[in-house]
């Protein structure tokens, strides 16, 4: 069975969002399953060509959990660099 997801479980910022939204299901990564009721319930599940993205995107994952200290400290030193620039 595929696993589904409220559009609340994703972070959302904007247009951008809805857009990515959009392209990955014009993409076939993901199916947009729109339930028809008021108000609106939409869920979203990969497709097969999608979980052959996410079968290869778990390892980039599992290197971010892995060193998420030292990502954090390089994401605060360009922070700090841009508001100095």
């Not at 014009?26 to 996410?54: K, M, N, S």
């Not at 994401?75 to 508001?83: D, I, Q, T």
Request: glycine share 4%.
């Amino acid at each position: 069975m595929a696993e589904t997801y409220r559009l609340h479980y994703f972070p959302e910022s904007g247009n951008s969002y809805k857009i990515a939204q959009m392209l990955l299901a014009d993409d076939g990564v993901i199916r947009r399953i729109d339930f028809q009721t008021v108000p609106p319930h939409v869920e979203y599940e990969l497709t097969d060509f999608g979980r052959t993205l996410a079968e290869l995107l778990a390892p980039l994952c599992e290197w971010g959990t892995h060193h998420n200290a030292e990502v954090a400290m390089i994401v605060k030193k360009r922070e700090h660099v841009a508001k100095v620039a």
